[in-house]
């Protein structure tokens, strides 16, 4: 039966082709297929809220509490900031200190930064009661994630992220917190704290004790705990060195659009040309891409318009633009103002 | 004639919705939904631009047109933004406008978008043919520009001042980059059998979607019981100024089918520029830009 052969071989060798492909599809470097294009259309920016300015209030020396009322707010989680927009056009990030289910208002702290860039200055003395104010958001870069215990390290202001999350632990949650400041007159919600927290908080103020001690907190901090710091600089790179092996680290910058140190030099890897460029300070990326790529689109370069979204193939971003979304942002960035985080960033061009 | 350059950059304008009422031309829902037509195509329509723009950039070859075409780009992202922020406003007063914007969306990211071609001839030519197509549009663009601008009608008929500083700083930067679209389609192409075939295509489309939209609007606006309307409609408001007249529209069409047309001969920049000069929505943008290059 000649024929009979035949067929079965063909399908023996049908079968076979079928199972090789099937194995030689999935290792293929093609398969998933690589993102589409965005969609032509259907994004809208994130909408803007006008509200209402009920209050401003000094709870601290140098800090000023603000109540924003509107109605039907998005809710937030604690951890969560809001990007307040100044009369004067500026745009700055606030913590939001109040509480997570109250849709009718946001409540936010500004501490005055003497020599800082004048958002803090606006906050303090141009902003009155009574006045309208736009607000986008609320973002959450900071949230309280699941852990057996919890550490938390407050240094001034800082305190205003870690406050709802301290109201949101469960009862029987382990947890302490340590909030650190200049003076204790400069250091707010400390009666709040002293309520809620009990023996579990250690307040310490420069002028009296001097430094904290990182080192006995940190004594018993073990694998599973998670940390969470939010505070100047040298507090955080101090926290960042003691953590121990296992434990999980979370950290607030203050002022998420404008490191201290300023502008850093870092690397991009353009994954599909195959070559790095190097990103002095200064220099955004978009102009460091486009020595290689001259017909890369862009145009507002202030991160706006959205022409030159790219997505991100590896690396941590520092977006500093007002229109992606929290869903965009997790896989793509404005070259034109956002920056690397570390030293190395990876697009896909 | 009028032939002075100015240079092209986007404006990072914000509008807020909340006093604007559902009719904003008040007690005629007829045009407020004539021109809340916009607000249905542009967002789509717009993106669409840019993202063909983007795959024409590497074709260009003049430096001068290149950076016109990257400030197009620029104000077309934001005027498909802006636009884009009406829609939750219609929806909140009870007239959802997803079923339409659903249809204009299939049209220019399936039926306009990039089909699977073989690089090379193919890809090309469709690319020149969409170039074409929103020189066409452009001009459209530009002639409903100039016209809000100098619509009086609007401001004595007592219309939203928010809505009418979307619709002029929008028709400004419309008047304002009228050449760039025609220039860009001359330098890659420039033939006049396409500029043609592409003008009676974007001109049928845009009849069909407007009258289409017109009539989703007034169907489905939940204040109107028994909406009556027709072209004759169109006619009138446009002898009252409320709307572009039927005649201005028609001198339109021989203009651009001319063989010695260049937009910069039509309308003017100087109303454009003074109104830019003068919108709330472009002095706040203006206002705003040192800030965002300090944050920057």
Redesign the interface.
């Known amino acids: 039966m000649p024929m009979l052969r035949t067929v079965a071989v063909v399908a023996g060798a049908a079968l076979l082709t079928r199972r090789a492909l099937r194995r030689r599809v999935r290792t293929s470097p093609l398969w998933p297929l690589p993102a589409l294009d965005p969609p032509v259309s259907g994004r809208p920016r994130a909408r803007a809220l006008r509200l209402l300015l009920t209050a401003h209030e000094t709870i601290a020396d140098g800090v000023v509490r603000l109540r924003l009322e509107g109605d039907g707010l998005p809710r937030w989680t604690p951890g969560a900031h809001l990007d307040l927009v100044l009369p004067s056009g500026l745009v700055r990030q606030y913590s939001l200190c109040g509480d997570p289910g109250d849709t009718s208002s946001y409540t936010i702290a500004a501490r005055l930064v003497e020599d800082g860039r004048g958002g803090s200055r606006e906050v303090h003395e141009q902003l009155t009661e009574g006045m309208e104010l736009e607000v986008r958001g609320p973002r959450n870069r900071f949230p309280l994630a699941e852990a057996q215990s919890y550490v938390f390290v407050a240094g001034g202001i800082g305190i205003t992220p870690v406050l709802p999350m301290l109201r949101a632990l469960p009862a029987h949650a382990e947890w302490r917190l340590l909030y650190c400041g200049r003076t204790r007159a400069s250091m707010p919600f400390l009666a709040e704290l002293g309520e809620l927290a009990g023996d579990r908080l250690t307040v310490v103020a420069e002028d009296e004790e001097g430094r904290p001690d990182l080192d006995a907190l940190f004594a018993d901090v073990t694998a599973g705990t998670a940390v969470y710091c939010c505070g100047p600089g040298g507090l955080m790179d101090a926290v960042a060195e003691r953590m121990p092996e296992g434990a999980a680290l979370h950290l607030e910058r203050f002022a998420p659009g404008a490191p201290a140190d300023g502008d850093a030099a870092f690397e991009v890897e353009l994954r599909r040309t195959g070559r790095t460029v190097a990103v002095p300070a200064g220099t955004s990326v978009l102009a460091a891409v486009r020595r290689e790529l001259p017909d890369l689109a862009y145009s507002c370069e202030q991160g706006f318009c959205g022409t030159c979204q790219q997505r991100v193939l590896a690396g941590e971003v520092e977006h500093r633009d007002e229109l992606l979304t929290d869903a965009e942002r997790a896989d793509s960035m404005l070259i034109c103002v956002s920056r690397a985080r570390g030293g190395r960033l990876v697009l896909d061009l | 004639m009028e032939s002075e350059r100015v240079p092209l ?2 404006r ?1 304008v ?1 509008f ?1 919705w ?1 006093d604007t009422p559902l009719h904003w031309v008040p007690g005629d829902p007829f045009t407020t939904h004539t021109i809340n037509v916009l607000h249905l195509l542009l ?2 329509g717009e ?2 631009f ?2 063909v ?2 795959q024409a ?2 074709l260009i070859e003049d430096e001068r047109l290149r950076a016109d075409v ?6 077309e ?2 005027h ?2 802006s636009h ?2 009406v ?2 406003h219609l929806r909140e007063q009870g007239l959802d406008p997803t079923p339409y ?1 659903a249809q ?2 299939w049209f ?2 399936k039926l306009l ?2 089909r699977t071609l073989p690089p090379g001839r193919a890809r090309r030519w469709w690319l020149l043919e969409r170039v074409a197509l929103i020189a066409a549009i452009e001009h459209y663009t530009a002639f409903l520009g100039d016209w809000v601008l100098g619509a009086a009608e609007l401001d004595r008929r007592g219309a939203d001042p928010t809505m009418l500083d979307l619709l002029r700083w929008h028709g400004a930067e419309e008047v304002e980059h009228r050449s760039v679209a025609f220039d860009l389609f001359q330098h890659l192409d420039g033939s006049y059998r396409r500029r043609a075939r592409t003008w009676a295509t974007a001109f049928t489309a845009l009849v069909f979607l407007w009258q289409r939209g017109v009539r989703f609007f007034m169907e489905n606006d939940p204040t109107l019981t028994a909406p009556k309307y027709s072209v004759k409609d169109f006619h009138d408001r446009g002898r009252q100024g409320v709307l572009p007249s039927t005649g201005a529209m028609l001198r339109s069409i021989p203009r651009y089918l001319g063989r010695g047309y260049h937009p910069s001969h039509e309308f003017s920049t100087a109303q454009a520029v003074a109104y830019l000069e003068a919108s709330p929505a472009a002095l ?1 943008a203006e ?10």
């Open positions: 950059k986007a990072n914000s807020s909340e967002p789509a993106r669409w840019v993202h723009y983007k950039l590497p990257i400030g197009f780009i620029g104000q992202a934001v498909s933004q884009d922020e829609l939750p914007t204009v969306d220019f990211e978008g990039d706040a206002r705003a830009e040192p800030s965002a290059r300090e944050a920057a």
